[in-house]
DNA sequence: TCTTCAACTTACTTACAGGTAAGTATATAA
DNA sequence: TTATATACTTACCTGTAAGTAAGTTGAAGA
C-alpha cells in the first residue's frame, strides 16, 4: 500500500459517518467519492461492491468496541466509569453528526443483507451485550449498581433503551439523551 | 369516491408495512404498485408525491394511538393493563412484519424529511409520550408501579427501551422482546 | 531499462427511482 | 343526452443508483 495514500481509510470514515447519520439505503458511492476527490470506481476498487463497504464498516466499528472494553474485560475494575463511558460515547457520536447507532441502522434494512453481514452484525452485538453484562454483574457485586433481574437482561434493557434513545434524540433534541441517561442512573440506584 | 375501490386504503396499507420493514428510503412505488395490481401512476394520483404518502401513514398511525388511548386519558382506570396492552401491540407488530416501529423508521431517514412530516410525527410523539406519562403517573399513584424520578421521564425511557428492543429483537429474534419487557416489569417492581 | 503491480480514472452499462402529461373508462348530475 | 369529475392507465422523462471493463500513472524491483 503507498504511504500517500490513505484513500481506503477516507472511504471508510465517509461511509461510517454517511451509514449513521442516513442508514444504508440513504447514501450512495457518489456521497463518497465526491467530497474525497476520488472517482466511484475508486471506491468499488477497494470495496468491490456495497456490502464489502459495510463488512468492514462492521469490522472497524467493531474493533473500536473490543480497544475500549478489552482492558475491563479482562481485568474488571469499578464499573460506574464504564457505564459513564458509555453514555459520554453516545453523546459525543450525536453531537459529531452520528445520530443513530450502527446496530440500529443495519436494523432497518436488514432484509438486505448479506448473512456474512448479519453474522458480523451479530457478533458485534453478542460482545457489547457481553460487555454491558460483565459491567452490571460487578457492578452490582461492588453495590456501585441496584438493580433485580439478571445481569443479562439488565444490560441488553439498557443497550435497546440507549438505541431508542438516540433515535428520539434526533426528534426531540439531545436533551432527550442526557434524560434518559439519568433515568438509567435513577434505576440503578445510583444518587450523585 | 367510488364505494368498490378501496385503493387507496390498499396504498396506505402496504405503504405503512413497506416502512416499518425497510425504512423510507428501503421502498418503492414499485413495491406498492405491483403486488396491488395498479400502476406508479395511480398512487401518485393519490398522493402526488411520497412525503405526501409518508404523511397520511403518519395521520393514520396518529388515529390508531388516539383511539386506543384516548379512554384511558379521558377517564383514567388501571395503569398495568395499559402497560401490557403497549407490550402485546409491539409483539403483534412484529409478528405481523413490522419489525421496526414508525418513528424509528422515520428517524434514519431524519434529514429528508419535510417540515410538515417532522411537525407530523413530533406530535405523534408528543402524544405518545404524554399517554405513558399517564399511565406512569397513575400506576404510581394506585401503587400498581414502583418507580424514582419523574413520571415522564420514565416513560420516555420505557418508550425509547421499547424502540431499540424491536432493532434487537429483529436482529436475535423475538425472545429478546420479552426479555425486555420483562425487565421492564422488573424495574417496575412488578412482581407476578 | 524494462516489467510489474497498486491505485486509481474514464467511459460506459443496466436498472430503477420518483415524477408528469395526456389519454381513457366509468359513473353521476344537469 | 351531454358534460363533468373520479380513478385510473399509457407512455414518457430525468436523475441517479450500483457496478464493470479497459486504460493510465507512478513507484519499486529485477
Redesign the pocket.
Known sequence: ????????EQIIDKAFQLMLQRGL?G???????EPL?????????????????IKALIDENHLVLRRSTSEFMAYGGPARPQLEGLFAFTLNQCQCGRPICMVGALAIDYDDLTDEIKNANDRFMKDSVNWLTRVMEIGRDQEEFHFDGDAASKAVSILAMIQGARQLARVHGLDYLEKIFDQIRTDLGIKD
Chains 1, 2 share one sequence.
Open positions: 500500500m503507498s504511504p500517500t495514500s490513505n484513500t481506503r439505503n447514501f450512495s458511492y457518489r456521497d463518497i467519492s476527490g476520488v472517482k466511484n470506481a475508486a471506491i468499488h476498487y477497494h470495496f468491490p461492491n456495497k456490502m464489502d463497504l
